[in-house]
């Protein structure tokens, strides 16, 4: 088969300048088609990605419901129906006779149940102690321990030491509490806690 005439210099200076041109205008099309073509969850790459966030969402929306639930439970219980006066661990409370007060006091209440909080950062530490005098006091335990230990802080102990009165004054554990005291005066490294009944 006979071969065409050879382009001469000008003639192929003006093909490569069509052809070149003709080349860019396909690869910018071929460049945009993909992402007009293709939707963003179709994509292989993001396969994974979505599925993540899909359970990241549905774990938010449960953390979430569970938060709005236990803020709605602490609001009900936290409305006072009367004021309270603050409670002093050593000292008798309002409400609480005397004999049952000395007994408390003396120790001749031997507690039923102990919580030793040593080793929990102060959060976790009050959530535990909360959630371990609720069940004492629905299952009616009448007398339990709480120990903190003395810690290492100054003159006032450790944090757990320093931080029981004002967690035990909160309006849901308060409302639960009859008397307190230390069972070792000395140390007050432990607070013996007499529950109200559960009525």
Request: charged share 30%.
């Amino acid at each position: 088969m006979a071969r065409g005439r050879q382009l001469n210099k000008e003639e192929q200076s003006l093909w490569d300048n069509f052809a070149n041109r003709i080349k860019g205008i396909r690869q910018d099309k071929q460049r945009e088609l993909p992402v007009l073509k293709v939707a963003y969850d179709e994509r292989p790459d993001n396969h994974k990605k979505l599925l993540a966030n899909s359970s990241r969402s549905q774990r938010l929306v449960q953390t979430e419901s569970f938060i709005q639930y236990y803020k709605l439970f602490k609001k009900k219980q936290e409305q006072p129906t009367e004021q309270k006066s603050f409670i002093n661990i050593g000292e008798k409370q309002a409400g609480l006779d005397t004999n049952t007060w000395k007994k408390l006091h003396k120790g001749q209440m031997q507690p039923e149940k102990i919580l030793d909080l040593h080793g929990y950062t102060a959060q976790r530490a009050f959530f535990v102690l909360e959630e371990f005098l609720i069940r004492s006091q629905r299952s009616n335990i009448r007398c339990v321990e709480i120990i903190t230990g003395i810690g290492t802080g100054y003159k006032e102990g450790g944090i757990l030491k320093r931080e029981l009165p004002y967690w035990l004054n909160r309006p849901v554990i308060q409302s639960l509490i009859l008397g307190t005291t230390y069972p070792a005066q000395w140390n007050g490294g432990a607070v013996r806690i007499l529950l109200k009944r559960n009525r």
